[in-house]
């Protein structure tokens, strides 16, 4: 998969970013459950912050913009969204080999005044605030105020977002 993703250039960046140590075999098998950390540069306008020309993903065999959206990026981004920032006309029509930037949501606001990278969690249903805060070594206070990414499992046939200005 890391060849879908040119701005991944080597797998030592991903080890750092997942504190991996730098012998770990380049076929390295994760379980599925795994959270690996993929770092990219945020862009932030407005209040509004999303990935600065990366992640870039290249279209393989059988590849829609629905499904790079729904399921290599599990609907973080929407494939209209895709579209825009590509200025593709027909999202039918895409290639083998064509490069799309995936601009995946992000934040660059200060946490409690401090510089912070700030992660992409989904969250599992039956997670609570003081799990995710202890398994990222943070407090539920800053997590209350960084939710602006989240995503709650559906709930009652519909995706609920939690962010800064609550429920939507």
């Keep these: 998969m890391i060849g879908n993703f040119p701005q991944v250039h080597t797998s030592f960046i991903l080890l750092a970013a997942n504190d991996l140590p730098t012998n770990t075999p380049q076929n390295q098998n994760f379980p599925a459950s795994s959270i690996l950390k993929i770092p990219f540069p945020c862009s932030c306008r407005n209040g509004t912050g999303i990935s600065n020309r990366r992640p870039n ?11 790079i959206a729904a399921e290599v990026f599990s609907r973080v981004v929407t494939f209209t969204q895709i579209q825009l920032v590509n200025n593709i006309p ?6 083998v080999g064509q490069r799309f930037w995936i601009p995946l949501p992000c934040s660059c606001d200060d946490v409690e005044g401090q510089a912070v990278v700030h992660y992409g969690h989904f969250v599992q249903a039956g997670s609570t605030v003081s799990g995710i805060a202890e398994r990222f070594n943070t407090t539920e206070s800053t997590l209350h105020w960084v939710m602006w990414y989240m995503v709650v499992p559906k709930l009652g046939g519909r995706r609920r977002w939690i962010g800064k200005g609550g429920d939507e």
């Design 57 to 67: 993903y290249i279209v393989i065999p059988n590849d829609t913009l629905f499904h």
């Design 90 to 95: 027909n999202p039918d029509m895409i290639s």
